[in-house]
């Protein structure tokens, strides 16, 4: 360590230090260089680079040896506990028997390198009743664009019209968002092929730019904080253990739903709500053959497709044939469906029965979760990680009205998987944590309450310049995907950044457009 680094003077120093280049991160990152490229931006990560481009999605890597071998350079995952499965490739278990599922990802990209990519909107309820709604709805937009959410990514799949007729028929109702095309952020390439938005698309151009710097394998040990003003960060090199201090002008911290408040906790920053009010959506599985009246008549013929067309890079479980379908979220019916037709049945079918692509599908029903203080993260200061951070541990349980919810889950996918044809084995609820939408550890309220850890712009309550973002700032309980989001909320929180740097109301800033030309 050198001389400076042992009195703890900072090394270098920046407008802003984001912790964490998950789809938030970069987020962040990319509106506040759009809004003023002169700023001095650092996006830090503690995981590496997958594959060449940095944030890309894995499932975006055609080679499947290449694809394996960078994902086997991630961190191992601890092995499955009782109730539970192995992680999903990329992800590590958290290891907390509350929820067994709970899975984190160290790289750059975060979760955004491995996610599904469905972007449904919030609706009703689900969005916070304090936003206002208009620069709620303009920043919604803005991630929109940000992911490249598309409902046409499927366009012209044969069996999707009909997928979408029986739901429709058996789910619009007054008062309801209709049934319709999932929101995905997936596009089509011109040779037919599916590219997959990984923050690698959020980020554009962000890293070539001149006053932007990515630094991967790079982790944020404590924020540095002098009365409620942010002066930088402590890091470390995770190859070499070198550690420095970075200064800041301000720091966003969207290292996910675990380690954001991870990160709080160990700089000594612990508003009462910190880590509380965890919230995942308990999973309800099924799937359906769909009946052969709802096949397109030009359908009956299919068979074997060409690579090309029938499968996506990564092993991906979405038919380009027929595509994801949408049941929106509503307040009388508090559960969002997902459809995804599947390229093969997850049961064993009898041999005389012929399947075309796409004709069996796959339900998800995702339940809102009653929110509680007591379902919450924290940090066990008696062992450390492999960081040498707390151990993160979960307090989480199921209420009575969460089991009714379920309840009434699963007999809705019965339903539609009964309109839609051939009921394929019974449905089934996923251990806690298998949904990856883990939110509410640092929640954002209108008042500084107790209740939560952050104000409608994402600063930390108490402080002057510290500020969060992720899944984590969503202080509703949802049903929907949080991606979209939490990306909103994160632009939100980079606009009012932006008017505190420059000394003004954060609400004047929001209300300015993205200046003509920037990258979308």
Known sequence: MSESEGRGVATEAYDVVVVGSGPVGTAVARELADLDPGLRLLVLEAGG?????????????????????????????????????????????VGAPDMPNAAISTNVGGMGAHWTAACPLPGDDEVP??????????????????LAVTTHAFDGAPLTPAVLRVLGEVFDGPGRRPVGPMPVAVRREADGQLHWTGPA?????????????????????????????????????????????????AVLVAADAFRTPQLLWTSGIRPAALGRY??????????????????????????????????????????????????????????????????????PLEPDVTVRPGQVVGLGWFCRKQLSAQDRVWFDERELDEHGMPAIRIDYTLTAADEESIAAATAEIRRAAAALGRTLGEPFTMPAGTSLHYQGTTRMGPVDDGTSVCDTTGRVWGTENLYVGGNNVIPTSTACNPTVTAVALGVLSARALLGRLAGVEGDAVAARAVPEGAQA
Request: net charge negative.
């Open 49 to 93: 680079v997958l594959g060449e481009t940095p944030g890309g999605h894995v499932k975006n890597i055609a080679d499947a040896g290449a694809r394996e071998a960078a994902l086997a350079a991630l961190p191992p995952s601890r092995d499955a506990l009782p109730g539970g499965r192995p992680a999903r490739p990329g992800t590590a278990l």
């Open 129 to 146: 009743d304090f936003l206002d709604r208009d620069s709620f709805d303009d920043a919604l937009a803005r991630a929109a664009d940000l």
């Open 201 to 249: 698309v959020v980020a554009g151009d962000l890293w070539e730019r001149p006053q932007v710097t990515l630094r991967a394998g790079t982790l944020a040990r404590r924020v540095r904080i002098e009365g409620p003003t942010v002066t930088g960060v402590e890091v470390v090199d995770v190859a070499t253990g070198r550690s420095e201090v970075l200064a800041a002008r």
């Open 278 to 347: 965890l919230n995942d959506q308990p999973q309800v599985m099924l799937a359906s053959l769909v009946a052969e009246e709802h096949v397109p008549a030009d359908a009956v013929g299919l068979g074997a497709v060409p690579t090309s067309v029938a499968t996506t890079p990564g092993g991906g479980a979405i038919v380009p044939l027929s595509g994801v379908s949408w049941v929106p979220y509503a307040a009388d019916r508090p559960f969002h469906g997902q459809v995804m037709q599947l390229d093969a049945s997850p049961v």
